[in-house]
């Protein structure tokens, strides 16, 4: 489960958990409301117990062994590693023996390890 949705449903089962007593019990409540609210109650707990014991990230590795050379110019972008967003999913980058990366002219970069964006 990626750290988004596990955040999302911890923040929807406290919320579910929290509006139990303030919804359904706070009008003077007949046996049916109070069945719903334990229903609500109990459904809200074990969500949010079921995602605090989800493993954070996808799980996916990312892992590069062994890299060649990349040549950039003109403003292009080099890279002879592991590039991606810091919070799209989760798990581990390996990197071994980084190659080499040129990069020349406006606005080019050049990685040889790991970025995140």
Same mark, same amino acid.
């Given at each position: 489960m990626s750290r988004v949705w596990?955040?999302?449903v911890i923040v929807l089962a406290v919320?579910?958990?929290?509006s139990t007593?303030?919804?359904?019990?706070?009008?003077?409540?007949?046996?049916?409301q109070l069945v719903g609210a334990t229903v609500q109650g109990a459904v809200s707990i074990a969500a949010l117990v079921w995602a605090?014991?989800?493993? =954070?990230?996808?799980?996916?590795?990312?892992s590069v062994v062994r890299s060649g050379p990349v040549d950039v110019g003109?403003?292009?972008a080099g890279n002879t590693g592991i590039w991606r967003r810091r919070w799209w999913g989760g798990g581990r980058a390996r990197l071994?023996?980084?190659? =080499?990366v040129t990069s020349t002219?406006?606005? =080019?970069e050049g990685n040889t390890g790991i970025r995140y964006r």
């Open positions: 596990k955040a999302t919320l579910g958990t929290a007593p303030l919804i359904w019990l706070l009008n003077s409540p007949d046996a049916g605090v014991f989800q493993p =954070s990230g996808n799980g996916t590795d990312d003109d403003g292009g071994e023996d980084s190659g =080499s002219g406006k606005g =080019s």
